[in-house]
Every structure is written in structure tokens, then in C-alpha cells.
């Protein structure tokens, strides 16, 4: 098992949208579940959306109504879907997966992908 690989960051002005993209390691129905982390400047390392095998999604409050978590199971890529970007939102983007196997829980991050919104 390695590292996701993400993709789609760049910049962006207040308002607009951007979608991120994930690329799992094997089958991405294999993990438990999947997730979009980041770290903004001077911020917390915190969940951002997470989406597991059987489908089941969590947002963090501060996406709600403006972020999609989606995958694309035959292409084993996760995807997120940023609209109404605001300058808060600016920080490194991570995916996450994260496989249980009996009391062994494995998780593997990817590089991060950087997301600028400016004012």
C-alpha cells in the first residue's frame, strides 16, 4: 500500500470553485473510509469531508452546503468538489485513507495540495 496521490489545487478568487482529486492506492473500496484533511497558515491539521466504503459522508461545519465529497470507484479516485471558496479556506489539502484490519488500523496520506482563495 502506498501513498494517495492528490491533484486540482492552484488559486482562485473569492466565490469561484475548485475540485480536487484523489488517487487511492488499489481498489478505494478496500479502505474503510476516505477523507479530505488540510491545514491552513498558523491553523489546525482538521477533517475537512469524509466518506466511507458503504457511502456514508461527514463534513466539517465550515463546508457544509459548499463542499461535495464524491469518489469515482472504477477510477479509485476521491474527489472534492469546493464551491463558493472563501480566503479562509486557503490551506494544504490532504487525502487520507484509512484501512481497519482487526485491531490494526493503517492510514496513509497523501503529498497535499495547495489551495489559495483571495479576497
Known amino acids: 500500500q502506498v501513498q494517495p496521490v492528490e491533484s486540482g489545487g492552484g488559486s482562485v478568487q473569492a466565490g469561484g470553485s475548485l475540485r480536487l482529486s484523489c488517487v487511492a492506492s488499489g481498489s478505494i473500496l478496500s479502505y474503510d473510509s476516505t477523507a479530505w484533511y488540510r491545514q491552513g497558515p498558523g491553523k489546525e491539521f482538521e477533517l475537512v469531508a469524509r466518506?466511507?466504503?458503504?457511502?456514508?459522508?461527514t463534513y466539517a461545519d465550515s463546508v457544509k452546503d459548499r463542499f461535495i465529497i464524491s469518489r469515482d470507484n472504477a477510477k479509485n479516485t476521491l474527489y472534492l468538489e469546493m464551491n463558493s471558496l472563501e480566503p479562509q479556506d486557503t490551506a494544504v489539502y490532504y487525502c487520507i485513507t484509512r484501512r481497519v484490519d482487526g485491531e490494526r488500523t493503517t492510514e496513509r496520506r497523501g503529498q497535499g495540495t495547495p489551495v489559495t482563495v483571495s479576497a
Open positions: 466518506l466511507t466504503s458503504g457511502g456514508t459522508t
